[in-house]
């Protein structure tokens, strides 16, 4: 699989299981982009399962969206051709000014942990075989091998499963936010050095 196929891959699965968050709208190329340069950062992580040649699970953490948003205009031509559709909706234009000020914001806040999961799916035909659990460990893994002892997660108030599977694994709910306005989101802080054991 090349690397563009395997990225638009992600984004694919991203676009269909995370239909209610924002980015969806912006389609696969930005998708795809992000995860590129996400994967390539050195600060952030992309973690896959595949099966047969396909990209069937993933998860994301990184030190926070800033620096990866910064990365992101380093493919200037790929991200304006990506976003040119979106210029002709005014209110995409606002959503996406508001997570990057969230972005910002966050970055020189010393409130939360920096390091933070981003994104997580499992292709539905895959669920009830741990997949995500086990990506979930891995990710804690990474951050553990880094230094950190917790990192955040931040997730949209109607996400009910989401949030279940968070408090499955151990996350704690620390406080609320909003990403955009008027749309509340909890943040959950996950302890790395503390064993994370998937419910049977």
């Not at 998860?59 to 210029?87: D, E, N």
């Not at 709910?173 to 994370?196: D, K």
Request: charged share 20%; net charge positive; proline share 4%.
């Amino acid at each position: 699989m090349s690397k563009r196929d395997f990225y638009r891959q992600v984004a694919q699965l991203h676009i269909a299981n995370i239909n209610q968050g924002f980015l969806s709208t912006l389609g696969v190329g930005f998708v795809s982009l992000l995860y590129q340069v996400i994967d390539e950062g050195g600060d952030s992580v992309l973690l896959t399962v595949e099966r047969d040649g396909r990209v069937v699970g993933f998860v994301a953490g990184g030190m926070g969206m800033g620096s990866i948003y910064r990365r992101m205009f380093y493919h200037t031509p790929r991200l304006a051709l990506a976003l040119l559709p979106s210029l002709f909706f005014p209110r995409r234009i606002w959503r996406m000014l508001e997570i990057l000020r969230y972005s910002r914001d966050n970055d020189q806040s010393s409130s939360w942990p920096r390091a933070e999961l981003l994104s997580i799916a499992l292709d539905p035909a895959c669920r009830g075989q741990h997949l995500a659990e086990t990506l979930y460990r891995r990710l804690t893994e990474f951050f553990e091998s880094r230094g950190n002892t917790e990192f955040k997660i931040v997730v949209g108030a109607a996400l009910a499963p989401a949030h279940k599977f968070y408090l499955r694994m151990g996350a704690e709910p620390v406080a609320q936010t909003e990403v955009h306005q008027g749309e509340h989101s909890t943040i959950y802080r996950q302890r790395v050095l503390q064993s994370v054991v998937p419910c049977k």
